[in-house]
C-alpha cells in the first residue's frame, strides 16, 4: 500500500490552489511530491508545479488518522488565484501580472487532461472539470480573453444548473453568445443555445465533451 503523504506534504497538498492545482513549497518538498506521483512540475516556464490527479485526489479525501501535531491547513494566501465566472462585485485587477496567472492557471489545467487521460488527449476535458463545471469552463472563457461581467463592465456570467454536467453561460449580446460558445467548444465542450421561458433571456447550456 502506498504511504500517506507526510504532515508536511499534507499541507502543502491542502494549501493548493483550489481551481487549478497549483502547489507552493520548498524545492524538497515539491520534489518529493514529484517523486511520490502526487505533484508534477510544468515544462514550460515559469515552472511551476501542479497536483497530479492522485494529488487531487489526495487533497479531496480525509486526513488519516491525524496526530496531535498534525493541524488544519491555513487559509489560502491572498492573490491564489480564482477563474472569473463574471458578476463579482469587487473591482477586479487586470493587467500583464492577471493575464500571466491565467495563462499559467490554463496551461496547468491542458497538462492536467494530459495526465488524466489514458492517451494523453488535452482537447477534451477532465474528471477534475466534471467536479468543478463552474470554475472550468470559466478558466476556459478567461484564458481565451473574453471579458467576465463585473460592477463597471458587461460580459459573460457562468452559473450552474441543475442538469448534470452542465452550466448555463450567459453574455450581454448574442455576438458575445456565440463567441463563448465557440471558445469553449474549441475547449472540449459541446455547447447549445436556449431561451429561459420567463425572462426571455438567451443562454447557452455547456457540457464537458467526453469524446
Known amino acids: 500500500m502506498t504511504r500517506p503523504p507526510t504532515?508536511?506534504?499534507?499541507?502543502?497538498?491542502?494549501?493548493?490552489?483550489?481551481?487549478?492545482?497549483?502547489?507552493?513549497?520548498?524545492?524538497a518538498q515539491l520534489a518529493a511530491l514529484v517523486q511520490r506521483g502526487?505533484?508534477?512540475?510544468?515544462?514550460?516556464p515559469p515552472h511551476d508545479h501542479f497536483?497530479?490527479?492522485?494529488?487531487?485526489?489526495?487533497?479531496?479525501?480525509?486526513p488519516e488518522a491525524p496526530g496531535p501535531a498534525v493541524r488544519p491547513a491555513?487559509?489560502?494566501?491572498?492573490?491564489?488565484?480564482?477563474?472569473?465566472?463574471?458578476?463579482?462585485?469587487?473591482?477586479?485587477?487586470?493587467?500583464?501580472?492577471?493575464?500571466?496567472?491565467?495563462?499559467?492557471?490554463w496551461q496547468g489545467l491542458l497538462e492536467l487532461r494530459r495526465m488524466s487521460?489514458?492517451?494523453?488527449?488535452?482537447?477534451?476535458?477532465?474528471?477534475?472539470?466534471?467536479?468543478?463545471?463552474v470554475q472550468a469552463a470559466a478558466l476556459a472563457l478567461e484564458a481565451a480573453g473574453h471579458?467576465?461581467?463585473?460592477?463597471?463592465?458587461?460580459?459573460?456570467?457562468?452559473r450552474a444548473t441543475p442538469q448534470p454536467e452542465a452550466v448555463a453561460v450567459y453574455g450581454p449580446d448574442s455576438a458575445a453568445l456565440r463567441a463563448c460558445a465557440a471558445t469553449l467548444e474549441g475547449a472540449?465542450?459541446?455547447?447549445?443555445?436556449y431561451t429561459e421561458p420567463r425572462t426571455r433571456k438567451r443562454y447557452l447550456l455547456a457540457s464537458p465533451r467526453r469524446v
Open 7 to 27: 504532515a508536511a506534504q499534507r499541507r502543502v497538498i491542502d494549501a493548493a490552489d483550489p481551481v487549478t492545482g497549483r502547489l507552493r513549497g520548498t524545492e
Open 147 to 158: 471579458r467576465p461581467a463585473g460592477p463597471d463592465a458587461d460580459g459573460y456570467r457562468v
Open 51 to 62: 497536483l497530479t490527479p492522485a494529488g487531487h485526489r489526495v487533497r479531496d479525501s480525509e
Open 117 to 133: 487521460h489514458p492517451d494523453g488527449a488535452t482537447d477534451r476535458p477532465c474528471g477534475w472539470e466534471r467536479s468543478h463545471l
Open 74 to 105: 491555513a487559509e489560502p494566501a491572498a492573490g491564489v488565484f480564482s477563474a472569473r465566472v463574471g458578476g463579482e462585485t469587487e473591482p477586479t485587477q487586470d493587467g500583464p501580472a492577471r493575464g500571466r496567472e491565467v495563462h499559467s492557471a
Open 38 to 44: 502526487l505533484a508534477f512540475r510544468h515544462p514550460r
Open 188 to 193: 472540449g465542450w459541446q455547447t447549445g443555445e
